[in-house]
């Protein structure tokens, strides 16, 4: 079951990597562009930290919880921009806040790989 932890984190790099780009996209060509352009930004800023965890997943201890938190907190974050952009209103109250709180979560859980000793010592 180990063997899949890593690729989750690869899948979320990539789908925020791709989300991203996308957002980016739909915020030069139409809809709220200060909304969707702050959810783009939080998916490509998210996205290499994360694979940089999922290459570092052998040696820090917290990369899984890291970036499970990091990965849907900023899909939760993005998410509720998003949706307020196409319905007017967020996807249920304090999500937004909610998926920003989890992100600084997962980068305390980054530095505290700093004292978590390495995978295999």
Sequence with gaps: MKEIYPRIVLFLAGSLGATGVALSAM???G???R?????????MA????LLGLYL????????????????????LFAGDLLF???????LF?????????????????????????ARGQ
């Design 84 to 90: 307020r952009t196409r319905m007017g209103h967020g």
């Design 56 to 75: 570092g997943y052998q040696r820090i201890r917290t990369a899984f919880v890291a970036s499970l938190l990091i990965g849907l907190g900023c899909l």
């Design 27 to 29: 915020a030069a060509h």
């Design 35 to 43: 909304l969707i352009g702050a959810a783009a930004a939080a998916c």
């Design 31 to 33: 809809g709220d562009p």
């Design 46 to 49: 998210q996205a290499p930290a």
């Design 93 to 117: 109250p304090m999500s937004a806040p909610t998926g920003g709180m989890m992100m600084i979560l997962g980068w305390i859980a980054v530095a505290a790989g700093a004292f978590a000793p």
